[in-house]
T-cell receptor, first 114, second 115 residues
Framework: AQSVAQPEDQVNVAEGNPLTVKCTYS??????LFWYVQYPNRGLQFLLK??????LVKGSYGFEAEFNKSQTSFHLKKPSALVSDSALYFC????????????FGAGTILRVKS | EAQVTQNPRYLITVTGKKLTVTCSQN?????MSWYRQDPGLGLRQIYY???????DKGDVPEGYKVSRKEKRNFPLILESPSPNQTSLYFC??????????????FGSGTRLTVV
């Protein structure tokens, strides 16, 4: 079965500094990877996805993610953090016989302090 | 506005009292899923549906039922809720196979407490 791991429960960063939220994956075959964000009392919002192609994927709200096959990683990045980026971030990978399931990591809380 | 609507947003119930959480999408999506979110575990799939009258179990289906009589609706049924079903529940829909690039649209969630 496919899986992802988010090794950090929480990431703290100062406003204006670059941020990285880490994700590693374990898959058989080509990975289909996703990042979602959850703001308090809200559902999950899609940020970006990697299916194939360029290793650097650009997404919503200025986020990007770097796919690294040799390190089996898909880290989420942003050059300059905003206080409003504070949220819970989930990495996910496609799974299921029909590709109908997302398998999520445990989530990483991002706190951006002013 | 394209959206997935869940109701209720919050629910406190007692052990054994049957309940239904409704989910409706207005995007004509074929695929719908239910997930539960628990601290430290991320989201886990309960059930999914690939189209009307086509449903199947996800990773944690025990204690839950679903139905898909209409394309837009995918209710989650707890016949006899227990405290270990206290969780945050999300409904999601997708145009195609959810993870084949289309991505899911998630509802705002239902926080269920079973006492």
């Amino acid at each position: 079965a496919q899986s992802v791991a988010q090794p950090e429960d929480q990431v703290n960063v100062a406003e204006g500094n670059p941020l990285t939220v880490k994700c590693t994956y374990s898959v058989s075959g080509n990975p289909y990877l996703f990042w979602y964000v959850q703001y308090p009392n809200r559902g999950l919002q899609f940020l970006l996805k990697y299916i194939t192609g360029d290793n650097l994927v650009k997404g919503s709200y200025g986020f990007e993610a770097e796919f690294n096959k040799s390190q089996t990683s898909f880290h989420l990045k942003k050059p300059s953090a905003l206080v409003s980026d504070s949220a819970l971030y989930f990495c996910a990978v496609r799974d299921g016989e029909y590709g109908n399931k997302l398998v999520f990591g445990a989530g990483t809380i991002l706190r951006v302090k002013s | 506005e394209a959206q997935v609507t869940q109701n209720p947003r919050y629910l406190i119930t007692v052990t054994g009292k049957k309940l239904t959480v409704t989910c409706s999408q207005n995007m004509n999506h074929e695929y719908m899923s239910w997930y539960r979110q628990d601290p430290g575990l991320g989201l886990r799939q309960i059930y999914y549906s690939m189209n009307v009258e086509v449903t199947d179990k996800g990773d944690v289906p025990e204690g839950y039922k679903v139905s898909r009589k209409e394309k837009r609706n995918f209710p989650l049924i707890l016949e006899s809720p227990s405290p270990n079903q206290t969780s945050l529940y999300f409904c999601a829909s997708s145009l195609g196979p959810g993870a084949l690039g289309y991505g899911y649209t998630f509802g705002s969630g239902t926080r269920l407490t079973v006492v």
